[in-house]
């Protein structure tokens, strides 16, 4: 490497590590490091809508985790894959574009004693980034780089679902970032909808600084150690195919690794809980008992019955399908291609309350995750109720001071009873729309766990036997307040007790948004470059007054 110092190291190439480059460098002149331990390029494939289900059962781009074995799942140890390439996760996941409730956000600020993270204040975040296809003000941005649009393509199954939702009282809502998030509808995707491709973080926010001096991209290298001198983070210590290097930062060491291996760096570099340090022979630097701790994810079941006929996409991946499909695609950018695969949703209570606690998911096909079995592939489609807000409270560990060494992962899925009683509330839930026209004229028997399953006992077991992650950790490096114990980062972001660090990714999430993180982590990270220059952007405020995002629903027809 030509330069040993920046005025910036960004550790992770993920969605905020790309947000964060691209603005230092474009904006603000910086010379900035971007260090990624995955590889710069994907397959073409994974561009294609369709295309990254062809990678869920791969670990081409993912880094699989330990897991301790979970005492309340009966010692069963679920996969939680991180995403090991440039773009991080907006390169490989389903691409759905979901912010979450404004309640999220009013509650970070409460905690946070009204320092600037509630959901007016990220908003205009939101917008900025945000090239919508179809939606505009006051929640939407028509002109940012990263293009959001609905997909190309709605299968049959996901269009009935839908309409059975409407028949059970649940009511259409048409944007789940706009006035109102509960009801059923069809999901926006990080897809450009002139191109028919993935517009992932490093298309909407590296690609337009690629060719600036003043970056530079270090892929398929990794950062051992925060190098740390009198209380100040002073450079990064790396680990690739041209050996070992130290690198400095004039400014600051920006940590951007994601929730899994934030946590872990600051650890092996001598920050974070005293006595988990001295277990693994690290000098402490900064005792803060937070790091690792409060570990949060969505986590999802499964209910699955069989079609009597095509209604969705089982078998169109393969074959003279696949050929056909493509071409389709290459010529047109129309068809199958075009989508997902998980094309609605529904933002619901089970218990009846106006604040939806669950995400229920339409796949319109016969899917498990591959750590679960129990059923084979075919025409059918999968119904998977997502706890928004799970209260229970994992931890990330070290396995060993060696840097190398994954850390050891403590999901703690269902490790509050609540959690898992509002889950099998969704089951039953999603029982009674397969039960419901016109989904019900499709379905010919429920395959998994199958009708006899049926006590809440016997539900319980079927929880523990499938649940799953929904990819979406947060919380390790929690932001709060000086009074808070276990607050690793101040409202700033900068880490406690240590000059020239800061964190930007879903490790400093005090909580948990109630939706997918991708969309999230971006305005996290916009707002930080923000924060850390203290040069804001001029931001559009919204034109006319929001209305209150929780409203109340129609009555429901409660499950039985």
């Known amino acids: 490497m030509a330069s040993k110092r920046f005025d910036y190291i960004i550790v992770g190439g993920g969605s905020a590590g790309c947000v964060v480059a691209s603005r230092l460098v474009g904006e603000h002149g910086a010379r900035v490091l971007l260090v990624e331990a995955g590889s710069r390029r994907v397959s ?7 295309g990254y289900m062809k990678f869920l059962a791969r670990d081409t781009y993912l880094t699989m985790h330990h897991v301790l074995p979970q005492e309340q799942l009966s010692g069963r140890a679920p996969i939680v894959p991180q995403a090991k390439v440039l773009g991080g996760g907006s390169a490989v996941n389903a691409m759905v574009y979901i912010r979450g409730q404004a309640e999220d956000y009013d509650a970070w600020d409460e905690a946070l004693g009204g320092a600037g993270w509630s959901y007016r204040d990220l908003l205009p975040y939101f917008i900025r980034q945000e090239g919508n296809d179809h939606l505009g003000a006051p929640y939407h941005g028509v002109s940012g780089p990263l293009k959001v649009s609905h997909l190309g393509q709605h299968s049959a199954m996901s269009r009935a679902f839908v309409q059975a939702m409407q028949e059970q009282g649940i009511p259409y809502t048409a944007d ?12 926006q995707h990080t897809i450009d909808w002139t191109t028919r491709r993935r517009c992932s973080a ?8 690629s060719s600036n001096p003043n970056l530079t991209v270090l892929t398929e290298t990794t950062v051992t150690r925060i190098r740390l001198e009198r209380g100040r983070a002073t450079g990064v210590e790396l680990a690739g195919a041209f050996g070992s290097e130290t690198i400095f930062a004039d400014a600051e060491v920006i940590l951007a690794a994601g929730t899994y291996s934030t946590p872990k760096l600051l650890m092996l570099s001598g920050i974070g809980p005293a006595d988990e340090l001295s277990r693994h022979g690290i000098d402490v630097v900064a005792d803060l008992p937070g790091v690792g701790k409060n570990l949060q994810d969505h ?11 095509a209604f969705g996409y089982f078998g169109q991946d393969r074959g003279l399908a696949m050929l056909s499909h493509g071409l389709q695609y290459m010529l047109f950018k129309s068809g199958a291609v075009t989508t997902t695969g998980v094309e609605a949703c529904a933002f619901i209570d089970p218990d009846g309350g106006a604040r939806p606690t669950i995400q229920l998911y339409c796949v319109p096909t016969v899917y498990l995750d591959r750590d679960v079995s129990g059923v084979e592939p075919t025409h059918g489609v999968t119904l998977n109720p997502c706890l928004l ?13 060696d840097p190398a060494a994954l850390p050891l992962v403590d999901p703690q899925f269902f490790g509050d009873p609540d959690d898992l009683r509002l889950t099998i509330a969704g089951l039953r839930f999603s029982r009674m729309i397969l039960a419901t026209s016109p989904v019900r004229e499709m379905v ?9 399953i049926a006590s809440d006992e016997n539900l319980a077991d079927h929880c ?4 799953k992650t929904n990819y979406h950790p947060a919380g390790t490096c929690r932001m709060g307040t000086e009074g808070d114990p276990l607050a690793v980062v101040t409202p700033e972001l900068a880490v406690r007790g240590v000059a020239g660090l800061r964190i930007v990714d879903a490790s400093i999430m005090p909580t948990i948004p109630s939706g997918n993180t991708n969309a999230p982590v971006l305005a996290i990270a916009d707002k930080a470059v923000d924060i850390m220059t203290g040069h804001p952007r001029i931001v559009r405020e919204p034109t006319t007054a929001l209305p209150n995002r929780i409203s109340s629903m129609p009555d429901q027809v409660r499950p039985s």
């Open 44 to 50: 073409p494939i994974l561009a294609m809508p369709a």
């Open 176 to 187: 789940f970032n706009g006035a109102r998030q509960s009801g059923v509808g069809f999901m």
């Open 202 to 209: 490093v298309d909407a926010f590296l690609q337009p600084v």
């Open 299 to 309: 986590h999802e079941v499964p209910i699955v019955a069989a079609t009597s006929g």
């Open 389 to 401: 807000r799970p209260k229970a409270r994992g931890s990330v560990r070290l396995a060993s001071a």
């Open 444 to 452: 010919t028997q429920e395959l998994f766990p199958g009708g006899a």
């Open 464 to 467: 523990r036997r499938t649940v």
